[in-house]
């Protein structure tokens, strides 16, 4: 057997699979979905289309469209047990990612297990399981699917109770747009290796949820608000900022693991939120927010003049969230409605393209052990 070569630690930099669903380029801070810069597909496409092109490898016509449409929003309604499911967890006041991994995995209860009708019907049932659990834990009555709602406002929908205007629908859904699929990070390795054993397509989401659950994953951007909420005015961030600095602790919402420039997507969302408090929601709010990242912006490069530091999606994503009335604790769950049409696709393309995916590692441990002589009461002694 030949010499296995050592990995790199967390296999950063190892190349995992060939995919067709995006491409992330850190160093020059581009993000392409199936072909398409973020920063034009996210803006303008529907859930619905983008959920269709990382399905299919292409959008779709007027008639394709349709019907795909058609098919997710029959698929929006739980099953009885996953409810019950749904309803013990917030009673029980489980996490909303917790109640999420457990509900995630009843959905295939009755269904044949077919990949596609799988990934469909995650896609579809992910808004009414956060809605169901929110209500329930606020000790409100989940609320009947829709079928005549776009996805973005079939969210808001059942996470309110009442259909959203066109801004708020289209400020969620460039949202879901803009992070439905991030290259192989750890959610979506997760699936791949789940799937590539040829295991069912809901196992693999399920296994998904649960990596994303993970706080070094799917951690939260309520942080980033926060501190703006905790600066209050825009007078105050320099000294605010400089004293984070100073006590080493990080700024929440600037820095990412793979971009070594600006995050496209929070481009994408900068510009979303913007257009969402134009017409909604509180106007001094994103005019201090944005003030705030221009300080931190100038006081990092101030510091870390070597180091290239911007502003990361989670910036914008908590101020965009919490206009649309979003609460904190179900920024990782709304995440999840969006990536779940990613993790679906990846599935999809594993096994149609791929094999089982099975790394080998580096033994580090002891050697040369041996068990010596057993006692008559049959303990083992060296």
Known sequence: ??????????????????????????????????????????????????????????????????????????????????????????????????????AAARLSLGRPEEPLGDAMTAIAAMPAIVGAYWRVRQGAAAVPVRSDLSHAAHCLHQLFGEAPTAERARGLETYLNTVCDHGMNASTFTARVIVSTHSDVISAITGAIGALKGPLHGGAPGPALEMVFEIGDASHADAFIRAKLDRGERLMGFGHRVYRVRDPRADVLARAAERFYASDGDRRLYQLATDVEQTALRLLRERKPDRPIQTNVEFYTALLLHGLGVPVDLFTPVFAIGRVAGWAAHCLEQLRDGRLIRPQSTYVGPTGRSLGRATPQGHLVN
Do not use: K
């Open 1 to 102: 057997m030949g010499e296995i070569a050592y990995m790199a630690e967390g296999l950063e930099g190892v190349v995992a699979a060939a995919t067709r669903l995006s491409d992330v380029d850190g160093e020059r801070g581009r993000l392409t979905i199936a072909g398409y810069a973020v920063e034009e597909l996210a803006p303008h496409a529907a859930f619905e289309d983008v959920a269709y092109l990382l399905l299919n490898g292409r959008l779709p016509d007027a008639d394709a469209a349709a019907r795909f449409r058609e098919d997710l929003a029959a698929r929006r309604a739980l099953p009885p047990t996953t409810i019950d499911v749904v309803s013990d967890a917030a009673r029980t006041e489980a996490s909303p990612m917790a109640a999420l991994r457990m």
